[in-house]
């Protein structure tokens, strides 16, 4: 288990190779084969829903690991996912050393349970460990109750994120 996981209050960790066993405890830790990975998919696709199978946020989760080091903190209950922070350590010129985070997603039947909170508090000391100033996260303009949970958590709105589609290239 991660130090961070462990001082966010995680109780164990799941083997490396599977799912973990049944029990009646949450475990913070995080995604690392591809069984577990897949296991992911359905609290995934609740925030993501572009994502078309397990397969696809695999393909895309692999790639995202080798070439950006995301990593998927996952809080387990028994042998169900039921919360997700999908991260990777940055550095810019703007901040520093950061942590992103670049999905935060509690299964819709575990809200109200502090999964989302239980996860932040995980990655600040994961980016505090790894000598980050800074945890940074973007959301839709539009999604005012992701935006009222931040500030509940200490989160400030500290910039206007602005972005465009360019055209494919064939």
Not at 1 to 28: H, V, W
Not at 62 to 77: E, H, K, P, S, V
Not at 118 to 131: E, N, S, W
Request: charged fraction near 20%; glycine fraction near 8%; proline fraction near 3%.
């Amino acid at each position: 288990m991660t130090q961070a996981a462990r001082r966010a209050g995680a109780t164990g960790e799941p083997n490396g190779n599977e799912i973990p066993e049944k029990s009646d405890t949450i475990i913070l830790a995080h995604l690392e084969n591809e069984t577990q990975i897949r296991t992911a998919f359905a609290v995934m696709q609740q925030l993501r829903p572009h994502l078309t199978s397990a397969d696809d946020m695999l393909e895309r989760v692999r790639r995202m690991q080798q070439t950006a080091g995301y990593r998927m903190l996952a809080m387990w209950n028994n042998t169900d996912v039921i919360a997700i922070a999908g991260y990777r350590l940055q550095e810019n010129l703007i901040y520093g050393p950061f942590l992103y985070v670049d999905d935060l997603i509690t299964l819709d039947t575990a809200r109200g349970q502090r999964c989302g909170a239980k996860l932040l508090k995980a990655l600040q000391t994961i980016g505090m460990d790894a000598g980050c100033a800074r945890l940074i996260l973007d959301t839709g303009l539009a999604n005012s109750l992701a935006q009222r949970f931040y500030f509940r958590q200490g989160l400030l709105s500290t910039g206007l994120h602005f972005g465009m589609t360019l055209p494919a290239i064939n």
